[in-house]
């Protein structure tokens, strides 16, 4: 089993910035592969926000392009996202996930989650 924890949500005005952090721990038997975020909205679906492969390999959401950058530490099994620019659309719930593959959208296991809000 593999768990993560979410540090570095809060309220933060329009055009602002916050720094997410997950740490994985547990069973390291299994490789972590892909590590990302989702986030969900109040009323809305859960989205993937930006995903890293192991190799470093990046996908984002179109919303988030140029404000958003991912990164990990696969050493320490942590993966980062520094939010610039952040607007009230970006208010939600982030959940950092990982998977044992390599896909884009990983899934095996989640965080707790941890709550953005972006407003002034």
């Known amino acids: 089993q593999v768990q993560l924890v979410e540090s570095g949500g809060g309220l933060v005005q329009p055009g602002g910035s916050l720094r997410l952090s997950c740490a994985a721990s547990?069973?390291?038997?299994?490789?972590?592969?892909?590590m990302g975020w989702y986030r969900q909205a109040l009323g809305k679906e859960r989205e993937l926000v930006t995903s890293i492969t192991r190799s470093g390999l990046t996908k984002y959401a179109d919303s988030v392009k140029g404000r958003f950058t991912i990164s990990r530490e696969n050493a320490r099994n942590t993966v980062h996202l520094q939010m610039n620019d952040l607007k009230p659309d970006d208010t939600a719930v982030y959940y950092c996930a990982v998977d044992r593959s390599g896909t884009y959208y990983p899934d095996d296991y989640w965080g707790q989650g941890t709550q953005v809000t972006v407003s002034s």
């Open positions: 547990g069973s390291f038997f299994i490789i972590i592969g892909t």
